[in-house]
C-alpha cells in the first residue's frame, strides 16, 4: 500500500513563502509522476504542479513564476515551495504519486495524500 503524508501548511501572509512536503512510503523511482493539487470547498480540485520520473516538470499558470516542485529522491520526498504567495491561493493542498499500469481501465493508478491546509491571510 502507497502512504503519502503531507506536511508544512499553516498560515502566511500576503506575499509570503511555505514550503510544502509530501513524504512516500516507498522509492519516488516507482511512481511515474507525483504531483500538487489543491481544492477549495465547493470547486473542483486543481492541479498545481507535477514532476515525472524523468524531472519534467509542468506548472498551473497561476503557479508559473511563483511555485517550484522538487524531489529528493534518497528522502522519498516531493516538495512544492510557494513564494509570492496571494489570499487566492489559500486551499487544501493534496499530493499526488501516479504509477502507469495496464492492469487499470483507466491506465494507470493513483494516490493521494490527506491533504494540508494552507491560509494566505494578513
Known amino acids: 500500500q502507497v502512504r503519502l503524508v503531507e506536511s508544512g501548511g499553516g498560515l502566511v501572509p500576503p506575499g509570503g513563502s511555505l514550503r510544502l512536503s509530501c513524504a512516500t512510503s516507498r522509492s519516488i523511482f516507482s511512481f511515474d509522476s507525483m504531483g500538487w493539487y489543491r481544492q477549495v470547498p465547493g470547486k473542483l480540485r486543481e492541479l498545481v504542479a507535477t514532476i515525472t520520473s524523468g524531472d519534467s516538470t509542468n506548472y498551473a499558470d497561476s503557479a508559473k513564476g511563483r511555485f517550484t516542485i522538487s524531489r529528493d529522491n534518497a528522502k522519498k520526498t516531493v516538495y512544492l515551495q510557494m513564494d509570492s504567495l496571494r489570499p487566492e491561493d489559500t486551499a487544501v493542498y493534496y499530493c499526488?504519486?501516479?504509477?502507469?499500469?495496464?492492469?487499470?481501465?483507466?491506465?494507470?493508478?493513483?494516490?493521494w495524500g490527506q491533504g494540508t491546509l494552507v491560509t494566505v491571510s494578513s
Open positions: 499526488n504519486a501516479m504509477i502507469r499500469t495496464v492492469a487499470t481501465a483507466k491506465g494507470y493508478l493513483e494516490y
